[in-house]
């Protein structure tokens, strides 16, 4: 080999060994730890699982898509230090799969500061989707179409049966309002609605006034944790095991079951996304075959929530790539969801469709119930 044929060769195997290390960082601040950490561990399992098979099969035009979660253990304003730290780094093309509703309210101005996309956060809060912000995109549907839906199947009893127990901040004070929809709709208020205090949940109240009053069902708004005690509270008074909880899909996870012991059957848990157990869901499908490769025994609505998510984030992904012919950049992401039109998600016939616009960022708007059944799993 000649000296020109080795440099040729040398720049070959150097140029070669950079796309080999070459990533596309998508930056999360979650809570890993603290009340969350059950739900979030399992939503990070579905993104991984669709990440992992998208990575093996080479990436994104040759470019290994890096998960990189930072903990804010559930609070607003170590999120908003985790995402200055996230969007500091030029690499990082979007933010993803963050948690909750404060925290997201937290993030907000950095958004348009860092002019990064917050693709899939993980909570239905209205102000998200109405009015639009240019840097949000939502995947799942709003906690407001979820309290109007679990609020109506209770009302066919009357809605004078129907109590609601919320937690007292953004989150609760947000998705309350699909519940009250309904009531005003009827002319109607609840005969009970109670706050409750979020650093310290204490449902004694809530629960004396559901019993007191003879509800027959009541809607708990909080974390896994808050909502599991709150369960607890009810079914250890006379005649709480026969008023039926109904809870938000932020609770559609394992650990809430877990958390909830031998008072979690037939609790009902508002699900935005397809049943994990319908293979007849192309999307449904897929996720339980990537799962059961890697050994998983059960997906949860909290995985398909991930799952959906990296979804939506790789089709986005491929997007850019092709429609800049160059590195993927913020700008290029966000151009690219924002011309996304009935992009089955599903992956064929029956799948579930999403749409963005620059004037519409919502996502799907799907919303079904479920229960829990005497096996731990969520059944439609």
């Known amino acids: ?13 150097t140029l070669l060994s950079a796309a080999a290390s070459a990533q596309i960082r998508v930056g999360q601040t979650t809570g890993l730890t603290g009340p969350v950490a059950a739900s979030v561990a399992e939503i990070n399992i579905g993104a991984e699982l669709y990440l992992d098979h998208v990575n093996a099969e080479g990436g994104i035009a040759g470019q290994q898509i890096e998960l990189v979660s930072l903990d804010d253990k559930n609070q607003p304003p170590l999120a908003l230090e985790n995402a200055k730290k996230l969007v500091a780094d030029p690499k990082v093309v979007t933010l993803f799969l963050n948690r909750g509703t404060p925290h997201t309210q937290a993030i907000l101005p950095l ?5 990064i996309v917050l693709l899939a956060p993980s909570t239905g809060a209205m102000l998200l989707h109405n009015p639009v912000n240019p840097w949000i995109f939502n995947v ?4 407001q179409a979820e309290t109007e839906r679990l609020t109506r199947h209770f009302a066919t009893t009357g809605l004078e049966r129907v109590a609601l127990c919320y937690v007292d901040d953004s989150f609760g004070l ?3 309002q699909g519940a009250l929809k309904v009531f005003n709709e009827a002319g109607k208020k609840p ?18 006034k559901v019993v007191f009053n003879r509800q027959l069902g009541v809607v708990m708004i909080g974390s ?3 909502v599991a005690a709150g369960v607890k509270a009810l079914r250890a008074t006379d005649g709480g095991s026969a008023i039926a909880v109904g809870t938000l899909s932020n609770n559609a996870a394992s650990g809430f079951v877990k958390e909830l012991g031998e008072q979690a059957t037939g609790v009902i848990v508002s699900q935005v996304f397809p049943s994990e157990r319908r293979l007849a869901t192309p999307m449904i499908a897929q996720a339980d075959r990537l799962a059961t490769a890697k050994d998983i025994k059960r997906l949860t609505p909290a995985m398909i929530e991930g799952f959906a998510a990296a979804k939506v984030l790789v089709i986005g992904l491929k997007k850019a790539a092709a429609d800049s012919k160059g590195p993927i950049t913020r700008a290029s992401f966000k151009r690219a969801l924002e011309s996304l039109s009935r992009v089955d998600i599903g992956g064929g016939v029956g ?21 829990i059944s005497a096996d731990g ?3 439609r």
């Open 351 to 371: 799948g579930v469709e999403l749409t963005y616009t620059p004037t519409d960022h919502t996502g799907l708007q799907y919303v079904d119930l479920s229960y």
């Open 191 to 208: 005969v009970v609605s109670e706050a409750i205090d979020k650093a310290k949940p204490d449902y004694t109240a809530c629960v004396h």
């Open 224 to 226: 896994p944790v808050s």
């Open 377 to 379: 799993s969520f059944r």
């Open 1 to 13: 080999m000649n000296r020109a044929t080795a440099v040729v060769a040398s720049a070959a195997l």
């Open 111 to 115: 958004l348009a500061e860092a002019r």
């Open 174 to 176: 947000d998705a309350i």
């Open 140 to 143: 799942r549907a709003t906690y």
